[in-house]
């Protein structure tokens, strides 16, 4: 009995040194880190959901705008950025094309399941960035947080498929920011866009009305929000004309961040309004 007793003392003892000998080689599968980068891809892949990629480190310029939600940039230069959610492929061409033809630069936000890799690569191809505003385009800050992340990461690959870049910009469908959905925007290495110039065009405005609108809010730094909406495009060049009279550049959003630093409350940008003379 005495002897039996030793020997599984002795066991116990040796047990820890064991574990800690294997530190160097591979774990077994199901207990990976959660991330694992990849020099080939340039990507993170996350164990357990094939595919799960987020971009690699934030370019230097993005790294004081991180885990925070941005309403704009507070610098001196007469500029603006123009973004447009709910984008898909049915009407990525006639949107391209009008911003181009009169001389935008934009971001525009796009629903992944509404999306295709040649809708992408259209619009990367003229100069448009392109953001993420979920797959389906669902309030997602009440998501569970693994569907909160595929909601993501499912249009972040669609997107980097078309244009060959990992989309920094997120934008969550109906500004729904609850915690499971800026986790999941953080956790993809995502900088996450509000807004502080929403004309309304969702509730019909457009013409000279949705320019009234837009124009009488205008101030430099802004984030502007318009929509995929026939009658917004058919207002671009009426757009593009009164921001030009008000020497306002339209810039992306990435552009737009390297300016200045980022502000997270529209009050931040109040003392820039004398840049834009009417």
């Not at 001196?76 to 033809?101: F, H, N, S, W, Y």
């Not at 915690?179 to 953080?186: E, T």
């Not at 837009?214 to 671009?236: E, F, V």
């Amino acid at each position: 009995m005495r002897d039996t007793l030793l020997v599984l003392f002795a066991t116990l003892l040796l047990l820890p040194i064991g574990c800690s000998s294997s530190a160097g080689s591979k774990p077994p599968t199901a207990d990976k880190a959660a991330a694992e980068w990849r020099s080939d891809t340039g990507t993170y892949t996350v164990s357990g959901s094939p595919g799960h990629t987020r971009r690699p480190e934030v370019p230097d310029w993005a790294i004081p705008y991180e885990k925070k939600l941005i309403v704009g940039v507070v610098t001196d230069r007469p500029a603006v950025a123009l973004t447009i959610d709910d984008v898909g492929a049915k009407e990525m061409k006639p949107l391209v094309d009008a911003l181009v033809a009169n001389g935008l630069r934009a971001t525009l936000f796009c629903v992944g399941s509404e999306m295709t890799t040649e809708a992408a690569t259209y619009a990367a191809a003229n100069g448009i960035e392109l953001a993420n505003h979920s797959w389906e385009h669902k309030p997602i800050g009440w998501f569970r947080p693994a569907a909160a992340n595929e909601q993501i990461m499912r249009t972040n690959r669609l997107l980097h498929a078309g244009t060959g870049e990992w989309p920094i910009w997120y934008r969550a469908p109906f500004q729904n920011y609850q915690s499971n959905g800026m986790k999941a925007a953080v956790n993809a290495g995502m900088l996450v866009a509000g807004v502080s110039n929403d004309p309304l065009d969702y509730h019909g405005y457009k013409g000279d009305e949705l320019v009234k609108r837009l124009n009488r809010r205008l101030k430099p730094g802004q984030i502007i929000l318009l929509h995929k909406l026939p009658g917004t495009i058919a207002t671009i060049p009426a757009l593009a004309d009164e921001l030009k009279r008000r020497n306002a550049t339209t810039l992306t959003l990435s552009q737009l961040a390297q300016l200045g630093p980022p502000a997270t409350s529209a009050w931040q940008l109040e003392p820039l309004s004398r840049f834009f003379p009417r």
